[in-house]
C-alpha cells in the first residue's frame, strides 16, 4: 500500500452509523434463513499478501481515501447489528437489516463493492453473508461484532470496555473467516471514532483502519435525495464512499444506488473494490 495515501487521523465530525436513532417504520419483510452459520473455527494467521494486512505491533495505519490520480472509487457498505437491534428483530418492530434489493442491483450491474460486516450481523443473517462471500466482485471487512463504541460520545452506541476491544476485533474475523470469498484485514469503527488507545488496541491484530472520505448518511435519511446528493456532492477520484445495507436504518439506500451509479459514471468515475483502489 502507498504510503502517502494513510493518515492516522481522528475523525469526530463525519455522521455514521448509529444507531441511537427512533426506529423507523417497518420495511418490507426480509428474515434470516433457518440454516445455521458455518461451524466456527479459530482464524488462520493471517498472510502478507492479504488486503489490508500490516505486521502485527505496529499502529494501524488509517485510510481515508485512495489515490487521487485514477478515476476510480470504491463503494463501501456497512452491515451494522446492535444488541438493541437484534431486540427490534425479535419483538418484530422492524422486519430486516438486509437489504436483499440492494444487494441484487449490485449483483445485477455487476459492481465490485466492499462489505463492512458486523459478527453479529453474519451470525443473524448467514446466508446474505455466503451470498456476499461467493460474489467474486464483493469483498468482505470487519466493523466490529457488535457495533458497539470504541471511544466516548459516539452516536449514543453502548461503550465498549477498553480491555474488550481487541477480542472484539478479533472475534469477528473469527466469525467471517469461514464463509470464505475475498477475505481483507481492513477495519471499520463504528461510527468512525476511534482515538489512539483504540488504534493501539488493534495494534496485535494487523489491520489497516478504514474511515472514509464520502459519507452518504443513509441511516438519517428520509429519502433517497439526500443520499444521492450527500454522495455526488463530495465524490472525486479516490474516493471511499460510505453506506449502508441495514435496510431498516437505511432504508432509502436502494432507491438512491441507481442515481449515485448514474452521476458516477457521469464523472468518468469506475466503482472497484476497496483493496483494488488502495493496491
Same mark, same amino acid.
Request: proline residues 9%; neutral net charge; contains cysteine.
Given at each position: ?120 450481523? /453474519?451470525?443473524?443473517? =448467514? ?34 470496555? =477498553?480491555? /474488550? ?12 473467516? =469461514? ?53 455526488? #456532492? ?21 432507491? /438512491? ?17 476497496? #483493496?483494488?483502489?488502495?493496491?
Amino acid at each position: 500500500m502507498h504510503g502517502r495515501f494513510l493518515a492516522a487521523v481522528l475523525v469526530l465530525t463525519l455522521t455514521a452509523c448509529g444507531s441511537g436513532e427512533p426506529a423507523p417504520a417497518p420495511a418490507p419483510a426480509v428474515t434470516a434463513t433457518d440454516s445455521p452459520p458455518p461451524i466456527l473455527e479459530a482464524a488462520p494467521a493471517v498472510e502478507a499478501t492479504t488486503a489490508g494486512a500490516n505486521a502485527p505491533g505496529s499502529l494501524p495505519p488509517v485510510v481515508q481515501h485512495g489515490p487521487r490520480d485514477k478515476q476510480k472509487v470504491a463503494l463501501t457498505f456497512d452491515a451494522d447489528m446492535t444488541d438493541a437491534m437484534k431486540a427490534r428483530l425479535r419483538n418484530g418492530t422492524v422486519s430486516s437489516y438486509a437489504n436483499l434489493r440492494l444487494l441484487a442491483l449490485l449483483e445485477t450491474r455487476r459492481i465490485p463493492a466492499t462489505f463492512f460486516v458486523t459478527g453479529q450481523w /453474519a451470525e443473524q443473517y =448467514p446466508d446474505v453473508t455466503r451470498r456476499i462471500a461467493g460474489n467474486p466482485r464483493f469483498e468482505i471487512a470487519n466493523h466490529s461484532y457488535e457495533h458497539a463504541a470504541f471511544t466516548g460520545d459516539c452516536y449514543n452506541l453502548p461503550r465498549l470496555a =477498553p480491555g /474488550a476491544m481487541t477480542g472484539d476485533v478479533d472475534k469477528t474475523f473469527t466469525t467471517l473467516h =469461514p464463509y470464505g470469498g475475498r477475505q481483507t484485514r481492513y477495519f471499520r469503527f463504528p461510527g468512525l471514532c476511534h482515538d489512539r488507545a483504540a488504534l493501539r488496541a488493534l495494534a496485535p491484530l494487523g489491520v489497516t483502519v478504514v474511515d472514509g472520505d464520502v459519507v452518504s448518511g443513509d441511516p438519517f435519511a428520509r429519502g433517497a435525495a439526500p443520499v444521492i446528493d450527500a454522495v455526488l #456532492s463530495q465524490v472525486k477520484p479516490g474516493s471511499i464512499v460510505i453506506m449502508h445495507i441495514t435496510e431498516a436504518n437505511a432504508r432509502f439506500t436502494d432507491d /438512491a444506488l441507481p442515481a449515485v451509479l448514474a452521476g458516477l459514471r457521469r464523472r468518468g468515475l469506475e466503482p472497484v473494490t476497496l #483493496s483494488e483502489l488502495l493496491s
